[in-house]
Each structure stands twice: as C-alpha cells, then as structure tokens.
C-alpha cells in the first residue's frame, strides 16, 4: 500500500467524531483509524472522506457517516473468530471494518457496479477476508450460514425473515428499522427460538430493496 498521508484525519475522526459520542470499544477504534475511509469515496469527494457525514458514491448510494458505522459495528460485538454476514456493500468501507474484527464476511449487494467497484476499494485497501455477492440482500446468502452476527445497511420496514433464520443461536443482528424517510437504530439477540430487540436511537439510511424490503 502506498504511504498513506491522512493517518492524522483519521485519527481526530476517531477522536472528535466517534469516541466523544461514546463508542469505547478498543478493537473498533482502533479498525476506523487503520482503515483508509478516503479509498472508498469517489476521488471528487476525497477531501471530506473524513468529515462528519455521510457522503454519495453514485448509483443511489451512500457510504455511511463515520460515528454510524462505528455505532453499528461495536453493537455487533464482533469476535475474532466470527463469521459475519452485511446487507448493502456499498462502497466496501463497511465491510473493511467488520474485515479488520472478524474472522470472515460475506456481504451482498444487489447492485452489480457497486458490487465491482466495493471489490476494488477491498482490494486496495489490502482487505482479503471479504466475499463480495451480486443477490437481493434481503434474501441473505443460506450457503454462508449460519452467521454469528448480521448487519443491514440500508432501511428496512422491517427485519428480514430469512436474515433472522440465519442468524447463530446466540447471534447479533444489527439494522434501520422504520420508514423510508426515519428509522430506529435496532439491535436483535437470538437465544433459541426467543429474539430479544433494543433501539439505538433515530438514523436515515437508503431504502434497502428487494423480495422481503421495500418494493423498487
């Protein structure tokens, strides 16, 4: 990889953005200040690659603000060893994080552009643990499965049924759960045949499309 000059940026990001407002886990701080967010931006965009907000990368989509993506992932309680499975790849950054915590991830884009250009971004940032598939996401991917965490990063009216069969016994499902324009932040826990659900507070995320989302 060549020299990487915005270690600083990344640094406050981490600081200012994401530990000020409470995310304190180590092992995610430490992935958002390792992983180079401006390689997964589109190049016009790359100086606010470390800014407070989510940014377009074409086709619809978004990569999302830096504090959402550390939110999310430290929800997830990520292991070492866990196999990790992502809904809505986007530009990759996403995935490169849950790369640098787990052991594997597979994540599905529907997409097939996105799909290509998430796989460069994964590439260039030296990223080897994550299959990218081309699928409805909403269908989640049975060959992979069972997962020991799931993550949605796109809105969905509710979860998906398949993602929650999925799902380990003793597995984490985080996702935006509401309407198009405003969902909940909810965290699912699966213990046999039980599902416990908690709400992390208010996001806006794109529609995530597909047999068990929103219709086109």
Known sequence: ???????????QM?????????VSDERVL?????????QFVPESLSAAAYNDSPLPIGSGQTISQPYIVALMTELMEVGANDHILEIGTGSGYQAAILGRLAASVVSVERIPD??????????????????????DGTEG?????????ILITAAAPDI???????????GRLV????????????????????????????????PLLGRYGWNQ
Do not use: W
């Open 1 to 11: 990889m060549a020299h990487d000059t915005r270690v600083e940026e990344r640094n």
């Open 14 to 22: 981490v600081e200012y953005q994401i530990r000020l407002r409470g």
């Open 30 to 38: 430490d992935a958002m200040r390792k992983i180079p967010r401006h």
């Open 114 to 135: 996105v799909a290509a250009g998430a796989e460069k971004n994964l590439d260039k940032a030296g990223i080897k643990n994550v299959t990218v598939i081309v699928s």
């Open 141 to 149: 991917y049975p060959a992979g499965a069972p997962y020991d965490c």
């Open 160 to 170: 998906p049924a398949p993602l929650v069969d999925q799902l380990k016994d003793g």
């Open 175 to 206: 996702a935006p759960v509401g309407s198009r324009d405003l969902q909940i932040l909810v965290k699912l826990e699966k213990h046999g045949s039980a599902v416990t659900r908690t709400s992390h507070g208010g996001v806006v995320f794109v």
